[in-house]
């Protein structure tokens, strides 16, 4: 099994930063992707972005291009979710996912096994 914690949400002004954390216990995994996701009150959870291990190839929603960077720091098993710009729709509860989803599902929560407990992300106009 692998264990998520995330950590790093807040409340925050629209138009400024915050970084989350996702950092993995448990069995580690050789390859595969580490993904964030949010849900917001009513609405269905979204993906936010993705990196892969291998090669770090990285994906994000429209709504985040530009704004939001994930990374990863393999030393601490953590990956990492950078939110500059943010803006009262970034409101949401994030999650974090980690899995070995296929080309066709690595921006779908059917792509990923496992899941943090979500962190509350509150942005203010």
């Known amino acids: 099994q692998v264990q998520l914690v995330e950590s790093g949400g807040g409340l925050v002004q629209a138009g400024g930063s915050l970084r989350l954390s996702c950092t993995a216990s448990g069995r580690a995994l050789s390859d595969g992707a580490t993904a964030w996701f949010r849900q917001a009150p009513g609405k269905e959870r979204e993906f936010v972005a993705t990196r892969r291990w291998s090669g770090g190839n990285t994906y994000y929603a429209d709504s985040v291009k530009g704004r939001f960077t994930i990374s990863r720091d393999n030393s601490k098993n953590t990956v990492y979710l950078q939110m500059n710009s943010l803006k009262p729709e970034d409101t949401a509860v994030y999650y974090c996912?980690?899995?070995?989803?296929?080309?066709?599902?690595?921006?779908?929560?059917?792509?990923?096994?496992?899941w943090g407990q979500g962190t509350q992300v509150t942005v203010s106009s």
């Open positions: 996912a980690a899995g070995r989803p296929i080309i066709s599902t690595i921006t779908s929560s059917r792509g990923y096994s496992y």
